[in-house]
């Protein structure tokens, strides 16, 4: 039997050639990333020609195109060593130094704030880090009922500001009481019965008027049915505003990181917030507060309980459009008939994103939680009042605030009814 014979391997060629070929894909890479960058830079520059762009000075510009679900928005562009970056305006405060008032354990709001990664446990510095530093005061509302008269006090009301820069913040009336910053990551601390948390995200808005907290806590959720594997994160969300307009807000959030979209909804027997107003008896409510969210980890517990129940839960296209039909009323057949179609292309949009979440988790009624709470989360917005030209804030206004928490829970016990115990 003749012996075969195997060519000697060139060692320094082979790894020259792999060398090269990294550097040429490396290089494509990077002239891809420069054009596209150039292609969105002059897509941005025709938007101004055209007058959908509105220049508001200091590298600003406000979206004015009707057409288009950002309408009002506010862009700014950022100059890099990489080329001019286009950046949605995130109504962080930077009265301080003109930087934005953020601290993360991971970076977020655009690259913004300072990020500390894996998170610090000290309150003094993540106060500072992240802009809430200040005391808020109070100080009686006043008027001149002309220019030249005197200054009057109106009964029973009063400014709230901020006392480290003086800014007015708000008005509010005679038994408002401020729930200061630092109060807020004791209440936390206390809420949960630890005092060595680890801070995930601090930060505040709009001059100070509004701020927030949140905290990961130290356990993970996951969907294992049928090799799954999903992951869920738990999370605590602390909300407040010194103007007098919203209450004290704490709310319990599964988040799912990989799509960025929040689980929460009310359970049977465990709530997924709890809201106080600013009266003196605000700072003793932290029993209350621990009781109605049942911080004994029963929320998430059950949660998981319940999401691997429906992951075991078969679903096909009939039962979940008859599900959307229940959580969504279908309009009347004397509407108007732009209404049938925006809810048929609604129904279209959820049976797709069904079908897509279906690709890894099955037909179950999991992959139809999944999909309706996706669209709720992610859908177009066009904020009006307030939020006008804030599609930022708005987005993080309606996921925390908790707007879509009725229907996420309509949703899920309409689906838990269908569960075999």
């Known amino acids: 039997m003749t012996a075969s014979t195997i060519a000697p391997t060139d060692v320094n060629t ?7 070929s990294q550097i040429a894909a490396a290089r494509t890479a990077r002239e891809a990333m420069t054009a596209d960058q150039l292609q969105r830079v002059a897509d941005f520059d025709r938007r101004v020609q055209e007058g959908k762009l509105r220049d508001l000075g200091d590298g600003r510009f406000r979206v004015t195109d009707p057409g288009n679900w950002d309408d009002g928005e506010v862009l700014y562009q950022l100059q890099t060593e990489f080329g001019p970056l286009i950046l949605p305006v995130t109504d962080l405060d930077t009265t301080r130094d003109g930087n934005a008032a953020l601290y993360s354990a991971v970076p977020t709001w655009h690259g913004t704030g300072t990020v500390i990664p894996g998170g610090i446990t000290d309150i003094e510095q993540v106060l500072k880090l992240a802009g809430l530093d200040f005391t808020v005061g109070i100080a009686p509302a006043e ?4 220019a030249d008269g005197p200054y009057r006090v109106v009964p029973d009301t009063f400014h709230t500001f901020r006392e480290d820069t003086g800014a007015p913040l708000g008005t509010v009336g005679k038994i408002y009481t401020p729930f200061q910053n630092i109060e807020a990551f004791r209440f936390l601390q206390d809420l949960v019965v630890n005092y060595n948390i680890t801070w995930e995200s601090a930060g505040a808005l709009y001059g100070g008027t509004k701020v927030f907290i949140s ?9 294992d049915a049928q090799g799954i594997n999903d992951e869920i994160l738990p999370f605590v969300v602390f909300l407040n505003s010194h103007h007098g307009k919203t209450k004290v807000i704490t709310c319990i959030t599964p988040w799912r990181p990989v799509c960025g979209n929040t689980e929460r909804f009310a359970l049977r027997d465990a709530r997924a917030r709890w809201g106080h107003t600013h009266t003196p008896n ?8 621990r009781q109605e969210l049942n911080m004994s980890m029963a929320y998430f517990d059950k949660f998981e309980r319940d999401m691997n129940l429906l992951a075991q839960t078969p679903l096909d296209i009939d039962a979940f459009i008859a599900t959307v039909k229940d959580v969504f009323e279908p309009p009347k057949a004397e509407d108007e008939a732009s209404k049938h179609r925006d809810y048929l292309d609604k129904v279209a949009r959820l049976v797709h994103r069904f079908e897509q979440n279906a690709a890894g988790l099955g037909f ?22 307030d939020l006008r030209g804030r599609l930022a804030a708005a987005h993080a206004t309606r996921i925390l605030d908790g707007e ?14 269908l569960v075999r115990r």
Not at 365 to 376: C, I, M
């Open 14 to 20: 082979a790894f020259l050639e792999t060398r090269m």
């Open 143 to 146: 008027f001149r009922p002309c």
């Open 215 to 223: 905290f990961r806590l130290p356990r993970e959720i996951r969907i």
């Open 282 to 289: 605000v700072h003793t409510k932290v029993y209350e507060a």
């Open 364 to 385: 179950t009624a999991y992959a139809g939680q999944r999909a309706v709470t996706e669209d709720l989360d992610h859908r177009q917005l066009k904020p009006r009042g």
């Open 404 to 417: 879509d928490d009725t229907p996420k829970t309509k949703l899920h016990r309409r689906l838990m009814t």
